[in-house]
């Protein structure tokens, strides 16, 4: 993740059928880059089955979403 400035952030996982499975950043960043990860764990903490996932960004100026493959 690469922000050119400071500002609010917001990056969750959901499964195919558009549900969010965890919320991995909430708030304001500094500029630069960060590097994230799931530990593929759910809300509640529990692990997730194998399968396809969508991780979305979110800040004021973009949305983006990229298509990730957990393995078991």
């Known amino acids: ?37 799931w530990d593929g764990r759910d809300l509640r903490g529990a692990v997730v089955a194998g399968g396809v996932y969508f991780v979305r960004l979110r800040t004021p100026y973009v949305t983006a979403t990229e298509k990730v493959i957990r393995r078991r």
């Open 1 to 37: 993740l690469e922000l050119p400035e400071r500002t609010a952030v917001e990056v969750s996982v959901y499964d195919t059928l558009g549900r969010r499975v965890t919320t991995l950043v909430r708030g304001e960043r500094d500029a630069g880059s960060h590097v994230l990860a």
